[in-house]
């Protein structure tokens, strides 16, 4: 469906199909749960996809930015100074 200033608005239902490749069934999620046709968030630091389930965010409430539990610890190292051993 378009709009008629030229801006492409997609269904959630139209975001993935199952065009036969692997992409359905491929797990980027921590969970190790495949995409499967539920929605997904990408972390705008590392580019990992993450349910939006598994990040506890509403799919009413989607930020526009998201970094995933792993960017978002290494964050937070930074800004209180903290370094781990090697």
Not at 8 to 24: L, R
């Amino acid at each position: 469906m378009s709009s008629s200033e030229g801006e492409t608005w997609i269904a959630d239902e139209d975001i993935m199909v199952d065009s036969g490749d692997d992409s359905w069934d491929l797990i980027t999620c921590y969970c190790g749960k495949p995409f499967a046709g539920r929605p997904m968030i990408e972390c705008n630091q590392c580019g990992v996809w993450v349910h939006l389930s598994c990040a506890k965010i509403k799919k009413s409430n989607v930020p526009d930015i998201f970094f995933c539990h792993k960017c978002r610890d290494c964050r937070l190292d930074r800004r209180s100074g903290y370094k781990k051993d090697p």
